[in-house]
């Protein structure tokens, strides 16, 4: 069983990760909203770097003697992840809703907590292996 959940996370991370260094993610506006207090790079160049990054994560997924490292960088993803539902509340959640009524964005960014879930499944079947 952990095999498929080990394939499924990395083409998930490999494939939207792909999208956003070549300007096809439809994520890279929300994306470039949330980074624009972060140095060094402009929106659109974070939006690469980030996108690169999730291709990391889902390369580790690949193989069982990095999972527990792919593990550890898609906590960090994640907490990048779910940036916006509290530095951009008014494109994540609907107004006048309480407490949220989450908008496609903010949708798109709860959809990840199976991707959560998902992980420490994986990680559990490392365990003993040599």
Request: charged residues 10%.
């Amino acid at each position: 069983m952990s095999w498929t959940f080990d394939w499924s996370l990395a083409i998930i991370f490999i494939w939207f990760g792909a999208l956003k260094p070549v300007g096809l993610s439809p994520a890279a506006p929300l994306v470039e909203s949330t980074v624009t207090w972060l140095p060094l790079l402009s929106p659109t160049e974070w939006v690469g770097v980030i996108g690169w990054r999730e291709i990391a994560v889902g390369v580790t997924f690949l193989f069982r003697s990095t999972i527990r490292l792919a593990i550890a960088l898609l906590a960090l993803q994640m907490g990048g992840t779910f940036l916006p539902l509290v530095l951009l509340p008014e494109l994540t959640c609907q107004p006048g809703r309480v407490p949220c009524a989450s908008t496609i964005e903010g949708q798109y960014m709860i959809e990840n907590l199976p991707i959560i879930s998902a992980a420490p499944v994986v990680g559990g079947t490392v365990r003993g292996t040599k």
